[in-house]
């Protein structure tokens, strides 16, 4: 029991000794990364779940987290005034979704509040998954991965094609998201600690979800498949089930990550729906090893830090490149897998024992 | 013995720093967030590196009132969520005293609340109007309002007798923004926009879509509102047609490098823009003409490449922080009232007067209508 | 076809004149969609030839189209035209072997998926070293004929003499490599490679050779597909990966591994883009080469021309 236990404590340990240091040294500012990182990370093992263990490549996964973020972000800046006469707004408004504002001008808005904007959009993001998922996941190989990038490329279309959407400025002025009394998601310098906790409650949540997930019967016919997709529906594992399931719970992290993450910049742009941005994903989750979510958090955490601290500069994206590269010559099962140690034990014995 | 006399040195080196004059001289941050790279590069690499040349300039003058500048850059690639981290950055850890930048509209909106809340002044490299409408304490910018050149462009219509329109605009920030203002004005110049497309940025052939705006014969004009390459891929398309409308651009055609992408259909052009792009064909008494003169000379001969109107933006932004911070020192929360203090200074965008009210500081006489001959910009009269 | 016999002076009584086009306005855009059918159609069946030696895809193609028409403009400040472009070719034929030689050689069995993210990779890298030597200008090649605005007339429509040559330069490629493949001992040897690889290395076949062979070819086309369209399209350093998402398109929806079909798929998707012009928003041109993959995906992988069997993936 207290083994399992072993690894989120140590994380939990991590995170609250991050925090006091910044505390201690007066460098607070790192947790405005840190939270960014937190969020995308939330992505990053979801994709993991889709692409380690139940080994479907995902190019488009961008894709969600935008359809979350821009859904959650349109919600709860469109103004809903002009509409007020017809009968959703209505209902709407007597159910209490909705919440009246000001806009930039000050003009009256009539907006739908953050919490019914946040689930309106995770559930969006799982339907769009379940309806893509089942076509997209029959294929293989190539095809497959030509598809969900297809998938992303039309995501991104559509949010830079769209006014509701805000074209290619995106949407700003994304209000806060108060989850709780007391608790709310936004990015002013004075709730940084609330929101580098809340961000990292949820990773925290998700890891649990998905070692769960993993050690279950779930995820042991995940890896079946994984392993040899004949094999595993000879024995009677529903292999479409499964992916499905395990594609459409990624996309919910990704929505769930973009959501948050829209509310505490206060803004959501195209960029968060480009090709290189799935890509990006993809080589922390193929870095962090495969089939290793805490690998792939762990690289998560520090390839997104140091990204939004601008430590790569200009060649940002050549850096994920590079890391592509050199990871699937050298070290396909992730930088955590590649034997180190029986390597250097291999050279230094003597040959021909 | 040993260890005393390292102690000895160390010290000594210690001492010696202390007299060096100007050890003790505080150095004002400046930070800087730009596209240096990707989508917006054309905005952000002449904004960077005219940043850098005016530093160096400044510092080799003695800084601002004796202090030394130190400009930090951060570049964004066009990604909002970068701007916002790098901008949380600058502001709390570096502590920038004011923020230059970002490149594109929709960065500088989504910066908006988060420097009021710092209380950082942030002097914008872009041109949508909300970004200084509604008027923001702390935010500012120097590009010329779109609506001012959809309105020259417009009165140049009448000038023509031309009244009915076909827009183009590319499906950029810019481009939307533009062609929302074409929209909104037109009427009030009696104009009538009878085909209106938008195409990809990224569109390498518009021959389809000019071809079918072609067979609609009220055409009397087109007008193209995009940034580059589409500016010369218009032009070449609509000439290779033998289309001899005039075609309109925006302000976004501020550079003699698009001009000779569309070679001899480049020829003809109309377009509103600041009057870097013929300085030297000012009149003498022009306020602007010397310091464009100079800014042209300095960025061609350092940079090999020629200079435009989107690094006199950041031009404009320099310069301005620097008188402001003349008047009130290197004060995050003075500064504004010091900009807003600044009236007809002249920059590379126009002449600037500021008030509480104007965050711009521009009118409709920042820009020249000028036209492409022979491959060279040039005033244009009718 | 198109009822295409209403000129012009009549049909603008209130109607939208989209539905009926001009003679003239159909040519026009049939000529814009087979020039830019002909470019797909040659990434396409770069695709082909590395797929059918190797299995792979590669992600790079696009890059390939893009290095010919970047390296092209850069040799023409010290050469004449026709001598840049062969050079241009022939660099980054060069590249190709490069790519093979370093990247993908020495794997051993590696699976479709670690293939797929390697050659991503070498994408971004082509594309970032591209900005980096080239800066994020756009260039062009001068036309080869004439200057931007000469045009020659062809069946009432006016093109551009560039066109010619893009659409000559593809078919006259698609010629050689079909001569190429069917008659010459080398091309033989690379589609038995691909027709069962262990009975050619059986055969004495020097498979991993041919391998890098299907690369140059492959880096060869795309390069001088670039070099024909730059003065048309111009060239930018990431004008490579749009190029190869419509290129995998017409792969695909021509039978991945089907030259011929490619050729076909290719003009038709072309056309459709072309046309499409007349009846939906420009803005959404893009997504329609998008949406005709997705829809191929689901509904008929082993696309319009090719087989059931042949859609099953290759082993390495």
């Known amino acids: 029991m207290m083994k399992k236990l072993l690894a989120p404590l140590i994380l939990v340990a991590f995170l609250v000794g991050i925090q006091l240091l910044c505390r201690w040294t007066d460098t607070l500012y790192y947790l405005t990364q840190m939270t960014m990182a937190g969020y995308y990370s939330l992505l990053v093992i979801g994709l993991c779940l889709v692409m380690g263990y139940a080994g479907q490549i995902s190019l488009g996964h961008a894709g969600f987290f935008a359809i979350g973020g821009y859904l959650s972000a349109a919600l709860t800046t469109r103004n809903l005034l002009p509409f007020q006469k017809t009968f959703l707004v209505k209902a709407l408004s007597s159910a209490g979704l909705l919440i009246s504002g000001q806009d930039i001008y000050g003009e009256k808005l009539l907006v739908v509040t953050p919490w019914a904007a946040c689930i309106a959009a995770v559930l969006i993001a799982a339907t769009i998954a379940f309806l893509i998922g089942i076509p997209v996941l029959k294929l293989k190989g190539h095809y497959l991965a030509m598809a969900t990038l297809g998938f992303g490329i039309i995501i991104y279309r559509v949010v830079l094609a769209s006014s509701y959407f805000g074209g290619a400025d995106g949407i700003s002025a994304v209000p806060s998201f108060k989850l709780l009394p007391g608790l709310t998601v936004n990015g002013s310098t004075s709730d940084r600690v609330q929101n580098y906790y809340i961000a990292w409650t949820l990773v925290l949540f998700g890891m649990f979800l998905l070692r769960n997930l993993i050690n279950s019967r779930v995820g042991r016919a995940l890896r079946a498949i994984h392993g040899s997709e004949k094999a595993a529906e000879s024995i009677g594992v529903d292999i479409a089930r499964y992916k499905l399931y395990s594609f459409v719970l990624s996309a919910v992290f990704a929505a769930v990550a973009g959501v948050f993450l829209t509310h505490y910049n206060g803004s959501i742009g195209p960029s968060e729906a480009s090709v290189m941005k799935s890509i990006r994903y993809v080589a922390i989750v193929a870095v962090g090893g495969m089939s290793h979510i805490w690998g792939a958090l762990f690289m998560s955490v520090i390839l997104n830090f140091l990204s939004l601290r601008g430590v790569f500069g200009s060649y940002d994206d050549a850096v994920f490149g590079v890391i592509l590269i050199l990871i699937m010559l050298f070290a396909p099962n992730g930088i955590l897998r590649i034997g180190l140690g029986a390597k250097l034990k291999s050279f230094f014995q003597p040959k021909g024992e | 013995m040993k260890r005393f006399g390292i102690k000895m040195i160390v010290a000594a080196a210690a001492l010696s720093l202390l007299t060096v004059p100007g050890a003790w001289a505080k150095t004002i941050k400046v930070g800087a967030v730009l596209a240096v790279t990707g989508g917006a590069s054309f905005l952000g690499g002449p904004e960077a590196r005219t940043l850098e040349m005016l530093v160096a300039e400044q510092n080799a003058k003695g800084g601002i009132n004796g202090d030394k500048i130190e400009m930090i850059i951060k570049d964004t690639a066009g990604s909002p969520e970068k701007a916002v981290s790098f901008t949380k950055q600058l502001i709390e850890e570096d502590k920038v005293v004011a923020i230059i930048g970002p490149s594109t509209s929709g960065e500088t909106m989504a910066l908006k609340k988060i420097v009021e809340d710092a209380k950082t002044p942030l002097i914008s490299c872009a041109a949508a109007e909300v970004i200084v409408n509604p008027v923001a304490k702390y935010v500012f910018k120097t590009p010329q309002n779109d609506s001012f050149a959809a309105e020259k462009i417009f009165q140049e219509m009448n000038k023509m007798k031309i009244s009915k329109v076909a827009v183009l605009s590319g499906n950029t920030g810019f481009g939307h923004a533009g062609k929302g203002q074409i929209e909104k004005i037109a009427p009030k110049f009696g104009i009538k926009i009878v085909e209106n497309e938008v195409y990809d940025k990224k569109a390498t052939d518009l021959s389809a879509v000019i071809a079918k705006i072609k067979a609609n014969p009220e055409v009397q004009a087109v007008i193209n509102w995009s940034i580059v390459p589409a500016q010369a891929i218009v032009a070449k398309n609509m000439r290779q047609a033998g289309w001899k409308v005039p075609l309109f651009q925006s302000h976004g055609y501020g550079n003699i490098k698009y001009v000779k992408a569309g070679g001899v259909a480049s020829n003809g052009i109309i377009f509103p823009a600041g009057r870097l792009l013929v300085a030297n064909m000012l009149p003498d008494t022009n306020p602007q003409k010397a310091l464009l003169v100079k800014y042209i000379k300095d960025y061609e001969s350092k940079y090999k490449e020629t200079a435009s109107t989107f690094g006199g933006h950041a031009y404009d932004a320099f310069k301005i922080l620097v008188k402001a911070i003349e008047a009130v020192g290197p004060n995050r929360e003075k500064i504004p009232g010091a900009i807003e203090n600044i009236k007809n200074f002249p920059g590379t965008g126009g002449v600037f007067t500021f008030s509480a009210t104007n965050h711009n500081g521009l009118s409709i006489d920042a820009f020249e209508m000028m036209t492409v001959k022979d491959g060279k910009f040039m005033p244009y009269t009718m | ?316």
């Open chain 3, 1 to 316: 076809m198109f009822c295409c016999g209403w000129p012009a002076w009549s049909s603008h009584a209130g109607l939208s004149a989209d539905f009926f086009m001009t003679f003239e306005l159909f040519i026009q855009y049939l000529f814009a969609g087979i020039t830019y059918g002909s470019i797909y159609a040659i990434v396409a069946i770069g695709f082909n030839i590395i797929y059918n030696t190797t299995g792979i895809i590669n992600f790079a193609q696009g890059e390939f189209v893009m290095l010919g028409g970047m390296i092209s403009i850069s040799l023409l400040s010290f050469m004449p035209l026709p001598l840049a472009i062969v050079l241009a070719v022939g660099i980054t034929m060069v590249v190709g072997a490069l790519i093979e030689i370093v990247f993908i050689r020495w794997l051993d069995t590696p699976s479709v998926l670690r293939m797929i993210i390697i050659t991503i990779g070498i994408s971004i890298l082509i594309r970032e070293a591209a900005l980096f030597i080239w800066g994020e200008n756009v260039r062009s090649l001068p036309y080869f004929v004439g200057n931007e605005i000469t045009t020659v007339g062809i069946l009432g429509a006016r093109v551009s003499p560039q066109v010619l040559w893009v659409i000559g330069s593809c078919c006259v490629m698609v010629l050689v490599l079909n001569i190429f493949f069917r008659s010459t001992s080398v091309g033989r040897e690379m589609r038995a490679c691909s027709a069962n690889r262990k009975a050619a290395i059986l055969c004495g076949i020097n498979t991993r050779n041919m391998v890098t062979l299907s690369f140059v070819l492959s880096a060869g086309i795309g390069a001088l597909a670039g070099c024909m369209m730059s003065p048309i399209t111009y060239t930018q350093y990431d004008n490579g990966t749009g190029l190869a998402i419509k290129g995998f398109t017409v792969a695909i929806l021509g039978g991945l591994g089907n030259s011929g079909g490619a050729v076909a798929a290719g003009l038709l998707l072309g056309i459709i883009e072309a046309f499409s012009v007349s009846v939906v928003p420009l803005a959404f041109q893009d997504a329609i080469a998008i949406t005709i993959l997705l829809l191929i995906l689901f509904i008929r992988p082993h696309g319009l021309f090719g087989s059931k069997e042949a859609a099953g993936l290759r082993e390495f």
